[in-house]
């Protein structure tokens, strides 16, 4: 996530901001930049790159002197990291600046309208349009001119604000991202997160949304977005700041976790448009998805375990066969892509190399290359021909969550599109699916509140030698994710089988008390996977059961049940993993292993 830090004060701006970004680093950014007005007028530095660059041009901000500013980490979302691109964004003449933490999903409508109005714009970004509308809307009051551009801003956004002719204002505004705002005897602070302030200030309060801050040198009012005062409590913390680098989370793992709802959101809901889907970076017309004969998808680890629900959900809704390859094998088995193939690569980083080469052995041969990707400007998001981006923001944690739970969205949304265009599914099938889609960030959140009764599971667990994961269709797939989840970072050995091949030989590792976690949320394979529950049983096996709530029969099979709340059969993959990744996560915390950075695992395998 970008990251956002103001101050307004007795002291240099400058300084501050720039040691505050330094405690937002964590949050990832391929960009900074910041903007301090000197007394005369609002000067601006950015640059892409780590935050070094902008303390080195800035020598340490004693280059921007002033006593207001704004300051941010940018994670690239819309527009490649490069210097322009990077905020603050800035009005014509100078006299407003904006930094910004989230998503303008209307962003191209406003564009446009204000292109209209002879607004020239000089970014890729959906930011540029809120100082552009702020200079729009401005008759020289910025609480009025804030409070309208709120009401025509659709998505999330955490806002810092300064304006040339209010030197002794700053302005703080919220709406799904986070921001917070301090004070101490020197001045205000604005934050995206405590650990940027903390060193200043302990008594913080956390905006909520649609709230504006009007900051000075001593004191602070809260506004609603309608501009009527009101009044806020403080909060005092008493984290340690290594701590609060993961927002009070124990590890980097489960706070990713629990931004699931949010990810999954950002990722899903920009692409609804009323009761459609539009990935208007697909760049494809109907009649070209229709073309499309097949799809090859090819990525590594969790991504390859996204690709293989992929092929489920699309060759279940669009018809349509679908391969799907470990990149480190598909790039040396000389791929047979045959013409109307289509190649879609997943990818978290961008940077995997098996995945990289297997992107450019396709192209080689002339096939388009569709990259569903977390890193913006990662090489894969720029060497593919179109990149559908999973708005996931930065994974810091080794174990890939939030992302994984992303290209899930990601890939539902392209086999719906591709069903729209092959006229496979009906229109009130697919407006269902929409409904369903729209509940799946909810019921993520309900499913982690279960972490405690999952903890107490998982602490049985610590000591275990093997444990298995099966299932059938998409639970197959749901199995190598929980595997994988629970082996990488407990380094307890692990498979996930296809429930109907264990007894072609893996069911003689089955021992007395062995660990079988059945996957079982497609109501056609139920009575089969019921069945190879009922095998490994007569072995001696413990039985965990992940399926639908209402299926209680597995309750004869099953010896500890996880019920998951009803969505469509296609989607289950996005809330099944939510308690197998709580059971790795816990076993893993049981053992006192290091969660977020896994004995010889790295974030991103940049090599073959
Ligand atoms: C997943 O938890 C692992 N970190 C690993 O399998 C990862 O998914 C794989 O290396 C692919 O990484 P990518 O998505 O960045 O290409």
Redesign the pocket.
Known sequence: MCGIVGYIGTQAAAPIILDGLAKLEYRGYDSTGMAVFDGNKINITKAPGRLKVLEELTHGGESMPGHVGVGHTRWATHGVPNMTNAHPHFNKEGTIAVVHNGIIENYLKLRHMLEEKEYQFVSETDTEVVVQLLDYYYRGNPLEAITKVLHRVEGSYGLGVIFADHPDQLFAVRKDSPLIVGQNETGCFIASDVPAILKYTRKVYYVENQEIVRLRQDHMHFYTEDEEEITKEAVYIDWDSNAAEKAGYEHFMLKEMYEQPKTVADTLLPRLKGNDIDIEELHMSNEELEAVKKIHIV?????YHTGVTGKYVIEGLARIPVEVDLASEFRYRNPILEEGAMVVV????GE?AD?LAALRESKKRGFKVLGIVNVVGSSIAREADNVMYTWAGPEIA???TKAYSAQLIALYLLAMKMAQAKKTISGEEFGAMIEDLKKIPDQIELLLGNKEKIQRFANRYIGAKDIFFIGRGIDYSISLEGS??LK?ISYIHSEAYAAGELKHGTISLIEEGTLVAAVATQPALYAKTISNMIEVKARGAFLLAVTNEGNNEIEKAADYVIYIPKTNDYFTNSLAIIPLQLFGYYVAVGKGCDVDKPRN?A???TVE
């Open positions: 990525a590594c680890g969790s991504a997943i990818s978290q980083s995997t995945t080794v174990a890939t994988l989840k990488e695992l974030k991103s395998v």
